[in-house]
């Protein structure tokens, strides 16, 4: 990029910053890390810069050094800031402190954890225009107000005397827009603002962040892992990998034309060819008109639902948040004892209540979790941990079980070494991969994959996928596989249900659940799914039937 | 104020009461499996068949034990204690004057100790792992590992002895004019304080860094507020619940577990008249006393989880 002082309208501009952090490995002496390899980056303002990259890219680190604020121990240990003209780097703490919340502002990940529970929402989002003095509290309600109806808040005139709790996610992120927004800043940090959010929600607080963006004319740096996402709001894209810059470029470039193999990679991350296979004649497991709640809440989870799963098949089960998709997983393992209806299993119907299974019927239903470092035990190796149910089910021990540990560690693609590590010395997909290892060693007929790949970047979560499709190939186990993103329904499944609020809506083969004509909910799930094509939201959002269920 | 609020507030009173019933029995229960009677202690070396069977008779102690009980529970509730065996005063009329002093102690000890622990403890998660975060946690630590005793005297030693600002034995009586009676509670409060002071600014500093790990302490610092404004509108009120009930166990103590201060400092509150009346083996004194304890031990405790209820803005303001 050409010298940044010719620039008149330069808002920010970051040259060879260099951050740092100091890890403690177990059992080792500390050691300094680089987070971020000399990366320069400017900004004209009013425009949108996307960050995209990994997990461990450094985005949300390069993001947060606009504000000079570090997370943990990171440093920021070389290069320069320069915000409107000056090195911020230079200002030391007061500096920071005044441009925080004024010239910079931060959009979380989370607005459900970034808003303290403690304080109404209207106080919250006034606060740092107060703190720094750029109006009265009555002209910055006014303003919030004003922000609410912009970002089409329910209730914009009295969402501000509500408690975060209150508020539903999709909400909460728009107002944490709107907070961002109050104080008129130069520069808003959006870090992953959509993640955390269903698909369908998704689309709606991404509209409104555009239109908000481009009303006001302030800056943004746009934080995801998720290209075609940032296709949507951005101008220009950077690309980063391990700290370091892979491509920067006009978003149309990145995204049609990438340069880097890496970019490559990205763009075209979402394919799996998987062949549907024609469900078989009888299936194995069948759920009919399963009913059930929590407690003795009068809320129904799930509403009479029924679905079948053939041997060596996947049921895909979509839906968003609240649509009962886990709690049929957990009817089906006997976790949740249903209210009505059965679940048979080879012909004969399963005990109700898992404390009434027989270890075999427990044995034949595997479980893999969303979070696969919480589902492990910190403190047993791996090899412990998926030679458990060669003991627990089948009574191997001694040399056999180390033989057969070996055996599954191969056929998750991760070599004999790792047997004795811990899982706290492995990366997100090998703790998953050790996971699946560990359901198939009980050589389960079914196994419920529960979001198996949401927290996983997507191309581990590719790898991931790729390894499941082969397993079933060789194993012929069958899967139910929970989740919320079509694009993964697309590669695994052969048949799919559709869930919205305890009921399955739309149920049959993949080819048919996903050809027209569909039914409105089904419409809205399928529409929301960004694709990676500039001008998709827009398209997106006029065609649409009905009303997601967050507004 | 919502009808959730109301209901789990109720809840938490009629379990109170339940508890103190429980322990009400379980004090006349300790009480009688003690060898001897009344009777035998009133008429002690004295004692022939005939006068124990008569006093017996008198005191009602040929009764079943659940009789005995529900009268004295009975005598109880109509703030009738009993008399007591040794002096043959009534109990509640000796009890009155001592539990005000006891309290008046511990309100002034708790106004000085509440508030700096959590400054304190404030201060202390401000300057986390500086010097003066470890200032404070040494200081405070090593004030409640002396025990009370070391404390008392050697406040005694420099304040009456050496210096003569405050007396050493804290005599109070009725009718005394405030200010004597705050020189004479000077230094009992002070060692209460002192005492009573690290466990609550060590949970203040504990509860607060453990919401210091919220992402909403990051928004905070992200709007620019100083680190000292971030700890007290963002996480002192999410901290509060664990404070108040670690405040609320120290003012208990204060008031039930201030003995060993009262015997130092011969102040005429409840702790000197309990060990009085134990050595004295005044049975009902002793279940007295160790009721009311127990009724001001369930009563703190039942307002501090009202507060932590309260303090809570899911209950206060429900969906």
Redo the contacts between chains.
């Keep these: 990029m050409a010298d940044s002082k010719a620039k008149p309208g330069l808002l920010l501009d970051i040259r060879n910053l260099r951050i740092e952090a100091t890890v403690y490995p177990p059992g080792e002496p500390p050691k300094n890390i680089v987070l971020v390899h000399d990366v320069s980056l400017t900004l004209e303002k009013g425009k949108v810069l996307g960050l995209i990259g990994e997990s461990g890219a450094g985005k949300s680190t390069i993001g947060l050094s606009s504000?000079g604020?570090g997370?943990g121990g990171v440093r920021i240990t070389g290069g320069e800031v320069i915000l409107n003209g000056r090195d911020i780097l230079k200002g030391g703490k007061e500096g920071?402190?005044?441009?925080?919340?004024?010239e910079v502002?931060?959009v979380?990940q989370?607005a459900a954890?970034?808003?303290?529970?403690?304080?109404k929402l209207m106080d919250?989002v006034v606060?740092?225009t107060l703190?720094?003095g750029t109006a009265t509290r009555a002209e910055a309600e006014k303003r919030a107000v004003a922000l609410f109806k912009k970002l089409s808040l329910p209730n914009p005139e009295t969402i501000g005397e509500?408690?975060p709790?209150?508020v539903s996610g999709g909400q909460l992120q728009r107002v944490m827009t709107a907070m961002a927004l109050c104080s008129e800043p130069d520069l808003i940090v959006f870090d992953e603002p959509t993640t955390a959010l269903d698909v369908t929600t998704q689309i709606d607080v991404l509209a409104a962040i555009k239109d908000a963006i481009r009303d006001t004319h302030v800056a943004a740096l746009y934080i995801t892992h998720d290209l075609a996402v940032v296709a949507q709001v951005s101008d220009e894209i950077m690309v980063l990998r391990h700290g370091r810059l892979v491509e920067w470029g006009g978003t149309r470039q990145i995204i049609k034309e990438p340069r880097q193999e890496y970019t490559n990679a990205l763009v075209s991350v979402h394919e799996i060819e998987h062949a549907e296979q024609k469900p078989g004649t009888t299936p194995f497991l069948s759920v009919k008109n399963v009913t059930a709640a929590y407690g003795r809440s009068h809320i129904k989870v799930l509403k009479n639902v029924s679905v079948d799963i053939y041997p060596g098949q996947t049921l895909a089960v979509v839906g968003e948040s609240g649509s009962g998709k886990s709690t049929l997983a957990r009817a089906i393992t006997g976790l949740l004892p249903p209210e009505e209806g059965t679940v048979t299993f080879d012909g004969r119907p399963l005990a109700n209540r898992l404390a009434d299974r027989p270890k075999e019927d427990l044995r034949q239903l595997q479980m893999i979790y969303q979070m696969a470092d919480v589902a492990m035990n910190p403190r047993q190796t791996v090899g412990t941990i998926i030679g458990r149910p060669l003991e627990f089910y089948f009574g191997i021990r001694g040399k056999e079980r180390d033989r057969r540990v070996a055996e599954l560690l191969d056929k998750i693609e991760m070599g004999k070494g790792f047997s004795d590590r811990y899982p706290a010395e492995l990366s997100g997909g090998q703790k998953q991969r050790v996971c699946i290892a560990r359901s198939l060693a009980a050589k389960p007929k079914l196994i419920i994959c529960d979001e198996v790949t949401s927290a996983l970047d997507p191309l581990v979560a590719h790898g991931i996928l790729e390894l499941l499709l082969e397993l079933q190939k060789e194993e012929n186990v069958a899967y139910l596989f929970i989740t919320h993103d079509l694009a993964t329904v697309k590669s695994i499944a052969d048949s799919i249900a559709v869930m919205y609020r305890g009921e399955v809506v739309r149920y049959g083969p993949k080819s048919k659940v996903l050809t027209p004509p569909f039914d409105d909910y089904t419409d809205l799930l399928l529409s929301s799914v960004p694709e990676m094509e500039i001008g998709w939201l827009e398209k997106a959002i006029k065609g649409r039937r009905m009303a997601s269920a967050g507004n | 104020m919502s009808s959730p609020i109301l209901k789990l507030i109720a809840q938490r009173i009629a379990l109170g009461i339940l508890l103190l019933l429980a322990i009400s029995v379980l004090i006349f229960a300790g009480t009688q499996i003690l060898p001897g009677d009344v009777a035998q202690a009133i008429l002690g070396q004295s004692a022939t068949p005939e006068s124990l069977a008569n006093l017996r008779e008198q005191l009602g102690l040929n009764d079943p034990a659940y009789v005995r009980y529900f009268h004295w529970l009975g005598g109880v509730l109509t703030g009738n204690l009993g008399t007591a065996m040794s002096s043959g005063q009534d109990i509640a009329t000796s009890i009155k004057g001592r539990l005000w002093n006891t309290l008046f102690l511990a309100f002034w000890a708790a106004i000085v100790a509440v508030p700096l622990a959590i400054i304190l403890g404030l201060i202390a998660v401000r300057y986390r792992n500086g010097w003066v975060d470890k200032l404070i946690s040494g200081l405070a630590l090593a004030s409640t590992s002396f025990p009370e005793f070391f404390i008392g005297y050697v406040l005694v030693y420099f304040f009456a002895v050496k210096w003569q600002i405050f007396p050493g034995i804290s005599t109070v009586y009725e009718g005394m004019p405030f200010g004597e009676r705050m020189q004479a509670i000077a230094l009992p409060a002070t060692a209460l304080t002192l005492v009573v002071l690290a466990h609550m600014m060590r949970m203040t500093r504990a509860a607060i860094l453990n919401v210091m790990q919220?992402?909403?302490v990051?928004?905070?610092?992200?709007?620019?507020?100083?680190a000292f404004n971030v700890i007290r509108?963002?996480a002192f009120?999410?901290a509060i619940a664990p404070i108040i009930n670690v405040v609320m166990l120290n003012l208990a103590y204060l008031i039930v577990g201030v003995v060993v201060v009262e015997v130092i400092f011969v102040y005429p509150g409840m702790g000197q008249y309990l060990v009085d009346h134990v050595t004295k083996r005044d049975v009902p004194v002793v279940q007295a006393v160790g009721l009311i304890f127990a009724a001001v031990y369930i009563s703190l405790n039942i307002i501090a989880d009202i507060a932590a209820i309260i303090a809570n803005?899911?209950l206060r303001?429900p969906?």
């Excluded at chain 1, 920071?96 to 004024?102: D, E, S, T, V, W």
């Excluded at chain 2, 990051?218 to 100083?226: D, H, R």
């Design positions: 504000m604020y997370r920071f402190r005044k441009l925080r919340g004024r502002c931060y979380a989370s954890a970034a808003f303290n529970p403690a304080h919250q606060e740092a703190l720094h509500r408690f709790h209150q | 919220s992402a909403y990051e928004t905070a610092e992200l709007k620019g507020l100083s509108k963002h009120p999410n803005p899911r303001h969906k």
